[in-house]
C-alpha cells in the first residue's frame, strides 16, 4: 500500500518522467541525493516500470537507466559533499535542520567513515539511510573528490542499476520496492559493516607487507 507521501511523489515523477524521459531521473536524482528527500526505491523503480517495461523495451535498456541515474547520484553528492567541505560543520548543522536529518545519524556516519575510510564511501552508497549522508564526512576530512566522485559513481550506478531492474521485472508491483528495502536495511547495514572491517584488514595487512627490509652494507 502506497502511503500519502509516495502517491505525491508519484504524481509528480509521471509528470518528469513523461516530459523529459531519462534526463527527468537524472534531475530527480540529483534532488534525492542532495537532500534526501525523495526514496530512490521509489524513483527507480518507478522508472523502471514506466519507463522501460511499459514501453516493451528490452531488459538492456536497465544498464543505460542506471547511467543516468548514477550521473545524477554524483551531482546531487558533489553538491552536498562541497557544501561540507567549503562551509564546514556549520552549514551541515544548518542543512540538518532544515532537512530534518538527525545529527547523531551524521555523527555515526562520520564514525564509520573515519574507520574504513573510502571503502565506506563505496559501502555507503548502498546502503538505505545512510547513502545520502556519505557525502558529508567525505567532505567534512577533505577527502579527494576525484576519489570521492568515482567512489560514489561506481556504488551509485550499482544501486540504480538494481532498481530500475527490479521495477522492469516487478511491473505494476514496482512499488513493493519500499517495503523490501525497510525489511532488509538492518541485514545489508551488517553486511557492509563485515565487508568494511574485511577491507581494513586487508588494508592493514598490505600496508604490513609493503614494510620495507633495512639491508645492512658492509
Same mark, same amino acid.
Given at each position: !500500500?502506497?502511503?500519502?507521501?509516495?502517491?505525491?511523489?508519484?504524481?509528480?515523477?509521471?509528470?518528469?518522467?513523461?516530459?523529459?524521459?531519462?534526463?527527468?531521473? /537524472?534531475?530527480?536524482?540529483?534532488?534525492?541525493?542532495?537532500?534526501?528527500? *525523495?526514496?530512490?526505491?521509489?524513483?527507480?523503480?518507478?522508472?523502471?516500470?514506466? #519507463?522501460?517495461?511499459?514501453?516493451?523495451?528490452?531488459?538492456? /535498456?536497465?544498464?543505460?537507466?542506471? #547511467?543516468?541515474?548514477?550521473?545524477?547520484?554524483?551531482?546531487?553528492?558533489?553538491? !552536498?559533499?562541497?557544501?561540507?567541505?567549503?562551509?564546514?560543520?556549520?552549514?551541515?548543522?544548518?542543512?540538518?535542520?532544515?532537512?530534518?536529518?538527525?545529527?547523531?545519524?551524521?555523527?555515526?556516519?562520520?564514525? !564509520?567513515?573515519?574507520?574504513?575510510?573510502?571503502?565506506?564511501?563505496?559501502?555507503?552508497? @548502498?546502503?538505505?539511510?545512510?547513502? *545520502? @549522508?556519505?557525502?558529508?564526512? &567525505?567532505?567534512?576530512?577533505?577527502?579527494?573528490?576525484?576519489?570521492?566522485?568515482?567512489?560514489?559513481?561506481?556504488?551509485?550506478?550499482?544501486?540504480?542499476?538494481?532498481?530500475?531492474?527490479?521495477?522492469?521485472?516487478?511491473?505494476?508491483?514496482?512499488?513493493?520496492?519500499?517495503?523490501?528495502?525497510?525489511?532488509?536495511?538492518?541485514?545489508? #547495514?551488517? /553486511? &557492509?559493516?563485515?565487508?568494511?572491517?574485511?577491507?581494513?584488514?586487508?588494508?592493514?595487512? !598490505?600496508?604490513?607487507?609493503?614494510?620495507?627490509?633495512?639491508?645492512?652494507?658492509?
Amino acid at each position: !500500500m502506497i502511503d500519502q507521501l509516495e502517491t505525491t511523489i508519484l504524481n509528480a515523477l509521471q509528470f518528469i518522467y513523461e516530459e523529459l524521459g531519462w534526463l527527468g531521473v /537524472t534531475l530527480v536524482m540529483v534532488i534525492e541525493n542532495a537532500t534526501g528527500l *525523495t526514496p530512490s526505491e521509489v524513483v527507480l523503480g518507478f522508472a523502471g516500470w514506466m #519507463l522501460i517495461e511499459a514501453h516493451n523495451l528490452p531488459f538492456s /535498456t536497465v544498464f543505460l537507466g542506471g #547511467l543516468f541515474a548514477a550521473i545524477g547520484s554524483v551531482i546531487g553528492a558533489s553538491l !552536498m559533499y562541497w557544501a561540507a567541505r567549503l562551509g564546514g560543520r556549520p552549514v551541515v548543522q544548518r542543512a540538518a535542520k532544515i532537512f530534518r536529518i538527525d545529527t547523531r545519524h551524521i555523527q555515526r556516519v562520520e564514525g !564509520m567513515a573515519e574507520k574504513y575510510g573510502v571503502g565506506f564511501i563505496f559501502f555507503g552508497r @548502498l546502503l538505505p539511510g545512510i547513502r *545520502t @549522508l556519505v557525502a558529508i564526512p &567525505a567532505g567534512l576530512t577533505g577527502l579527494s573528490y576525484p576519489v570521492f566522485a568515482a567512489a560514489t559513481f561506481i556504488g551509485s550506478y550499482i544501486w540504480c542499476t538494481i532498481f530500475i531492474g527490479a521495477g522492469y521485472f516487478l511491473g505494476h508491483e514496482w512499488h513493493i520496492l519500499s517495503g523490501i528495502v525497510k525489511q532488509a536495511a538492518p541485514y545489508a #547495514l551488517a /553486511t &557492509a559493516v563485515l565487508a568494511g572491517t574485511g577491507f581494513l584488514i586487508w588494508q592493514l595487512w !598490505m600496508k604490513k607487507k609493503a614494510v620495507p627490509v633495512k639491508i645492512e652494507m658492509d
